[in-house]
């Protein structure tokens, strides 16, 4: 464009970019505060104390098929209810949980939780089947979670709500992230996507800014008949001690309860242990600690973080036995779950 016309609107153009400027300098001047001003911010509000506050993004991640949704439903429902999650008090609110995975199985989860834990699911929006995209729907989803005046909302999938999008993208999760933004200034609600692992790694599938993103991140593992819960990441707290339930068989369905105090073996890898160590007893006569590690965890049969966990639950349950840097077992008949422990 030339002319005295197109100098003309490209002025516009620069005194329009000015003033869009200067308001913006404005705005943030309004939001300027020195170190004693921070006292005016208030402190992260708990939603499910110890684990999860309200207004932030968390993810609750774990490898399939290892009761993510039934951990994210468990604590929906005690948020809902107003009630403890296995001891730690909630803040009572609306929940959305958007279900985009395993809609078909959701009405026996939630009577089972609802038998199991004398309450109903009164208070909880269900979002289920359908096709919701955390970006292109980020808007209705933020209108709709305002709407409901929802505390906590709850994707499940991250998988299934970004299809279209590369998890590996710095500039596709860049977006996700956004969407989920959106929906927790809208709220001031913890918005939580429930996501994998990636197979034999611990930390969310894709793309690093996922962790830089999270306020919180949350950990489920099944082992045996056990779900371990565990919490790498807490940003404005110390992290939560790990929280070991059991799943049990529950009208259909499963439900989570906390473990007795047997001093039986519930788990695969306390299992493996003992048959460690009752092989290597068997072939040498004694077992030192680098013996039964280097057997549980050669080629990756075992994480380390494992191995120490099941390693530290045996000896707690009294099933082993240390003396002089070696190892034995207390009783060879212990460690059942519903099992010979010795047959294989």
């Known amino acids: 464009m030339t002319g005295d016309l197109g100098q003309e609107l490209l002025a516009g153009w620069e005194a329009d970019e000015e003033t869009r400027v200067q308001l913006r300098v404005e705005e943030l001047r309004g939001r300027l505060t020195d170190a004693a001003g921070l006292v005016r911010i208030p402190p992260p509000v708990p939603l499910v104390e110890g684990w999860f506050n309200m207004d932030t993004l968390g993810w609750l991640v774990g490898e399939p098929g290892h009761l993510k949704s039934f951990v994210a439903q468990d604590v929906a429902g005690c948020v809902a209810g107003g009630a403890p999650w296995h001891g730690a008090p909630t803040k009572q609110c609306t929940v959305m949980y958007v279900v985009l995975e395993g809609a078909p199985g959701l009405n026996a989860r939630i009577r089972a939780w609802e038998e199991h834990n004398a309450m109903t699911h009164?208070?909880?929006?269900?979002?289920?089947?359908?096709?919701?995209?955390?970006?292109?729907?980020?808007?209705?989803?933020?209108?709709?979670?305002?709407?409901?005046?929802?505390?906590?909302?709850?994707?499940?999938?991250?998988?299934?709500?970004?299809?279209?999008?590369?998890?590996?993208?710095?500039?596709?999760?860049?977006?996700?992230?956004?969407?989920?933004?959106?929906?927790?200034?809208?709220?001031h609600a913890c918005v939580?996507?429930?996501?994998?692992?990636?197979?034999?790694?611990?930390?969310?599938?894709?793309?690093?800014?996922?962790?830089?993103?999270?306020?919180?991140?949350?950990?489920?593992?099944?082992?045996?008949?056990?779900?371990?819960?565990?919490n790498p990441k807490q940003k404005d707290a110390g992290?939560?001690?790990?929280?070991?339930?059991?799943?049990?068989?529950?009208?259909?369905?499963?439900?989570?309860?906390?473990?007795?105090t047997s001093g039986l073996a519930r788990t695969d890898s306390e299992m493996k242990i003992l048959r460690a160590l009752r092989d290597i007893v068997a072939t040498r006569g004694h077992a030192t600690h680098a013996d039964i590690k280097s057997s549980c965890t050669s080629n990756g049969a075992m994480a380390v973080s494992t191995f120490n966990w099941a390693l530290r639950k045996v000896k707690e349950r009294g099933l082993i036995v240390a003396s002089k840097g070696t190892y034995t077992l207390a009783d060879p008949t212990q460690g059942r779950l519903s099992e010979d422990p010795w047959s294989n």
């Open 122 to 187: 009164e208070g909880q929006f269900l979002v289920p089947r359908g096709r919701v995209h955390l970006v292109r729907d980020a808007e209705p989803l933020a209108k709709l979670a305002e709407e409901l005046k929802a505390g906590l909302v709850i994707i499940d999938t991250q998988n299934r709500a970004t299809v279209g999008l590369d998890e590996n993208s710095n500039v596709d999760m860049g977006h996700m992230i956004a969407g989920m933004e959106l929906i927790r200034e809208r709220t």
């Open 192 to 230: 939580i996507n429930v996501h994998h692992t990636a197979i034999g790694q611990t930390r969310p599938r894709g793309h690093s800014s996922i962790d830089g993103a999270a306020d919180t991140i949350v950990r489920v593992a099944k082992d045996g008949g056990l779900v371990k819960i565990a």
């Open 239 to 260: 992290q939560q001690a790990s929280l070991v339930l059991n799943v049990e068989l529950h009208h259909g369905s499963l439900a989570l309860v906390e473990p007795g």
